[in-house]
């Protein structure tokens, strides 16, 4: 977790011993040299010489004390996300960071170390919720009612205040479509808010059990406004996260406005994290990125021109114009869709080459009608191969762009929302991590069927997706595991079978399509 609370007795650290040619020190070296990274993790320069099968001694330190927390445990070189139990008993609990101190050892003494901080927060001083990250799973935690903590997936979409305000009945309306989280976009007059209707708006979203994702957009560069708006809500019953910049690198604000807001955001409230969405594919990442706790990613590739912008009469291209979908790529061999696990992809590349721990992705699937530069609306079909698209790459939350919208859209996200906040599905997205299929199929176009798996046990949860799928295609799942049934389909035709072996086959597919399917692995791989 990305911080603990007084009261809890246990926590974990996670380590990375991942090879690197960026950072780090070199791995057949001698030199203990601090790594340049405030996070718990090691990176390691290799040379062709390097055993990949030796194992390092672990060993975490308490700073300020000297005294080991883990000591003598093991990671293999080259292995990343590996979990160690703590006990908290030791610490107190302070608005102050821990100081924590890695070491790794290799065979030959060789030391390798790295530091980051521990945060081990006193309980508020008066009730409210709290949220936190789990820093392994990316998954974003929740507690509101009693001691323990939920898991919380965000399905939801940015809502029109003016469309609140023209019937007293459309929250609940909205609410009862499925979405579990209000986000209200401001105004750009002031604070952006009638912050009355806005406490009504909250008062009743909290009776509806919707949380709240409080948007700050047009203020989070003023430090007074930002004061009225965190001090006046972070007691809520149902403050869910705090969101600031809205597409900073597109409207090229200040690279260090994000980073301010963050520390500022947190010193009034160390409770709850801080999102931003940034737009473009790579225009100051690591700077603007270092102002939030969760990024968000909105790519918007259907309907646009990629290469030429209709709305600004100017060619399109890595250094110039504006054509909706930065840096975008769309042709017969590179389907629109594709578009959205690139982008997603690439950012995680990004946060590993840059030597920071990986921070939560959330993604902002295209939902909206036709304006601007995008000559059409999106089916629904397209709109769940987009949110399923960024959850096999590793999104963690979905907030689509924006609400009201066409009516088959709401209609489509309306029923996709009892899968994404089904029993089903929350057993395996939060508890596990998103791996691979290995794709056999008929197709011409790379990337024609995307398919990721979440393990717990001995089931698994897939997800596939079709960009430009036609004819029978084939999975076989990661890891070695072998499928012995299909036990529940959670959404899409009833297409894919178990094959002989422990694959998966579909009868048939149909260009877009969506399929989860919850399936039963064989005993022997478990």
């Given at each position: 977790?990305?911080?603990?609370?007084?009261?809890?007795?246990?926590?974990?650290?996670?380590?990375?011993?991942?090879?690197?040619?960026?950072?780090?020190?070199?791995?057949?070296?001698?030199?203990?040299?601090?790594?340049?990274?405030?996070?718990?993790?090691?990176?390691?320069?290799?040379?062709?010489?390097?055993?990949?099968?030796?194992?390092?001694?672990?060993?975490?330190?308490?700073?300020?004390?000297?005294?080991?927390?883990?000591?003598?445990?093991?990671?293999?070189?080259?292995?990343?996300?590996?979990?160690?139990?703590?006990?908290?008993?030791?610490?107190?609990?302070?608005?102050?960071?821990?100081?924590?101190?890695?070491?790794?050892?290799?065979?030959?003494?060789?030391?390798?170390?790295?530091?980051?901080?521990?945060?081990?927060?006193?309980?508020?001083?008066?009730?409210?919720?709290?949220?936190?990250?789990?820093?392994?799973?990316?998954?974003?935690?929740?507690?509101?009612?009693?001691?323990?903590?939920?898991?919380?997936?965000?399905?939801?979409?940015?809502?029109?205040?003016?469309?609140?305000?023209?019937?007293?009945?459309?929250?609940?309306?909205?609410?009862?479509?499925?979405?579990?989280?209000?986000?209200?976009?401001?105004?750009?007059?002031?604070?952006?808010?009638?912050?009355?209707?806005?406490?009504?708006?909250?008062?009743?979203?909290?009776?509806?059990?919707?949380?709240?994702?409080?948007?700050?957009?047009?203020?989070?560069?003023?430090?007074?406004?930002?004061?009225?708006?965190?001090?006046?809500?972070?007691?809520?019953?149902?403050?869910?996260?705090?969101?600031?910049?809205?597409?900073?690198?597109?409207?090229?604000?200040?690279?260090?406005?994000?980073?301010?807001?963050?520390?500022?955001?947190?010193?009034?409230?160390?409770?709850?994290?801080?999102?931003?969405?940034?737009?473009?594919?790579?225009?100051?990442?690591?700077?603007?990125?270092?102002?939030?706790?969760?990024?968000?990613?909105?790519?918007?590739?259907?309907?646009?021109?990629?290469?030429?912008?209709?709305?600004?009469?100017?060619?399109?291209?890595?250094?110039?114009?504006?054509?909706?979908?930065?840096?975008?790529?769309?042709?017969?061999?590179?389907?629109?869709?594709?578009?959205?696990?690139?982008?997603?992809?690439?950012?995680?590349?990004?946060?590993?080459?840059?030597?920071?721990?990986?921070?939560?992705?959330?993604?902002?699937?295209?939902?909206?009608?036709?304006?601007?530069?995008?000559?059409?609306?999106?089916?629904?079909?397209?709109?769940?191969?987009?949110?399923?698209?960024?959850?096999?790459?590793?999104?963690?939350?979905?907030?689509?762009?924006?609400?009201?919208?066409?009516?088959?859209?709401?209609?489509?996200?309306?029923?996709?929302?009892?899968?994404?906040?089904?029993?089903?599905?929350?057993?395996?997205?939060?508890?596990?991590?998103?791996?691979?299929?290995?794709?056999?199929?008929?197709?011409?176009?790379?990337?024609?069927?995307?398919?990721?798996?979440?393990?717990?046990?001995?089931?698994?949860?897939?997800?596939?997706?079709?960009?430009?799928?036609?004819?029978?295609?084939?999975?076989?799942?990661?890891?070695?595991?072998?499928?012995?049934?299909?036990?529940?389909?959670?959404?899409?035709?009833?297409?894919?079978?178990?094959?002989?072996?422990?694959?998966l086959a579909s009868g048939g597919m149909e260009g877009v399509e969506s399929f989860a399917l919850v399936v039963e692995i064989e005993d022997e791989d478990w």
């Open positions: 977790m990305n911080f603990y609370l007084d009261g809890e007795r246990g926590g974990s650290f996670i380590v990375d011993a991942k090879a690197s040619y960026i950072h780090g020190q070199p791995y057949n070296g001698h030199q203990a040299v601090q790594a340049e990274s405030d996070e718990l993790r090691v990176r390691s320069n290799v040379t062709s010489s390097h055993r990949n099968d030796e194992v390092l001694q672990v060993k975490i330190i308490h700073s300020d004390t000297g005294v080991a927390i883990i000591d003598r445990a093991g990671i293999a070189f080259n292995e990343t996300g590996r979990e160690y139990s703590i006990t908290l008993t030791s610490f107190k609990p302070s608005q102050a960071p821990s100081p924590i101190k890695l070491e790794l050892t290799k065979r030959d003494g060789t030391i390798f170390t790295a530091t980051t901080d521990l945060y081990f927060l006193p309980n508020p001083a008066i009730p409210q919720t709290v949220s936190r990250i789990d820093s392994l799973r990316g998954s974003l935690q929740l507690r509101s009612n009693g001691p323990s903590f939920e898991t919380v997936f965000p399905y939801s979409f940015y809502l029109s205040g003016a469309w609140l305000a023209s019937d007293a009945t459309n929250l609940r309306k909205f609410k009862d479509l499925g979405y579990n989280v209000l986000h209200v976009v401001p105004g750009g007059d002031g604070i952006g808010y009638d912050l009355n209707q806005l406490d009504a708006w909250y008062d009743e979203a909290e009776k509806l059990g919707l949380w709240i994702m409080h948007d700050m957009r047009w203020t989070y560069q003023n430090r007074d406004y930002v004061r009225i708006q965190v001090e006046r809500y972070k007691r809520r019953k149902n403050m869910l996260l705090w969101y600031t910049a809205d597409e900073p690198d597109g409207h090229e604000d200040s690279p260090d406005a994000p980073s301010k807001a963050y520390s500022f955001i947190k010193s009034l409230d160390p409770y709850h994290p801080i999102s931003l969405c940034l737009n473009c594919q790579n225009y100051h990442f690591q700077e603007y990125s270092a102002g939030a706790d969760i990024i968000m990613a909105d790519i918007y590739p259907i309907g646009t021109n990629t290469e030429y912008s209709t709305k600004y009469n100017t060619p399109c291209n890595t250094t110039y114009g504006d054509c909706g979908c930065d840096n975008c790529r769309t042709s017969p061999t590179s389907p629109a869709l594709l578009n959205i696990p690139s982008r997603l992809d690439l950012w995680s590349r990004f946060q590993s080459q840059l030597g920071l721990a990986p921070k939560p992705i959330w993604s902002v699937p295209q939902a909206f009608p036709a304006q601007d530069f995008w000559t059409r609306t999106p089916t629904p079909e397209e709109v769940f191969a987009m949110t399923l698209l960024s959850i096999n790459h590793g999104a963690t939350g979905i907030v689509m762009w924006n609400f009201p919208t066409a009516d088959e859209i709401v209609e489509g996200t309306s029923k996709f929302s009892a899968v994404i906040m089904g029993r089903e599905f929350g057993h395996f997205v939060p508890r596990a991590r998103p791996e691979a299929c290995r794709v056999i199929g008929e197709g011409k176009v790379e990337g024609s069927v995307d398919a990721s798996a979440w393990r717990v046990g001995g089931e698994m949860l897939v997800s596939v997706v079709g960009v430009e799928a036609r004819g029978v295609w084939g999975l076989i799942l990661p890891g070695g595991a072998r499928a012995k049934e299909v036990r529940t389909r959670l959404w899409g035709r009833d297409e894919w079978k178990v094959r002989l072996g422990g694959s």
